[in-house]
């Protein structure tokens, strides 16, 4: 039962933090560029506010779960596939470089805005955007290997 939980926790807050990544680099900014700067990045401010608040529990939630599945369920390293140790890998991949968002260009766009400097908050944004984009590679990548290992 608390596997069971522990699994679909692990399924949903990793759809939640890939999906939303594929949504704002694929539907989301593009759509943005009708706006002008100013209104583009403060809008952009308050989607990466709430969408990195997400991403910090997906993390979290993320990470523990799969813990919980590998030592309490599958009694550790040795008792799973090699795509559970590739999702593992690309997980903490994952996890390092969204704390490297957070921590660098996402701190400067913050204070970027705080100062009215939307070219500033601009090239922040873009750094995000330019990570963002590795994690979604790393999250497609980490789903694939996932479906490909439990069937294959």
């Known amino acids: 039962m608390i596997s069971n ?3 679909t926790l692990h399924l949903v807050f990793a759809v939640l933090w890939v999906g939303g990544m594929g949504f704002a680099l694929m539907a989301l900014r593009p759509a943005l560029a009708t706006l002008e700067p100013a209104q583009r990045m403060a809008l952009m401010g308050g989607v990466h506010r709430r969408f990195f608040l997400v991403v910090w529990h997906a993390v979290a939630i993320v990470l523990l779960s799969g813990y919980w599945l590998l030592f309490g369920y599958y009694g550790g390293f040795r008792g799973v596939g090699w795509h559970v140790h590739l999702m593992h890998l690309t997980g903490i991949l994952m996890a390092a470089v969204f704390i490297a968002i957070f921590t660098g260009p996402w701190k ?17 944004n873009d750094r995000i955007r330019q990570l963002i984009l590795v994690n979604f590679v ?12 439990r069937l294959g």
Do not use: E, F, K, P
Request: charged share 5%; aromatic share 6%; hydrophobic share 60%.
């Open 5 to 7: 939980l522990a699994y």
């Open 108 to 124: 400067q766009m913050r204070a970027a805005l705080a100062a009215g400097d939307t070219s500033g908050a601009a090239a922040a």
């Open 138 to 149: 790393l999250g497609i990548l980490t789903v694939g290997v996932a479906g490909w290992g």
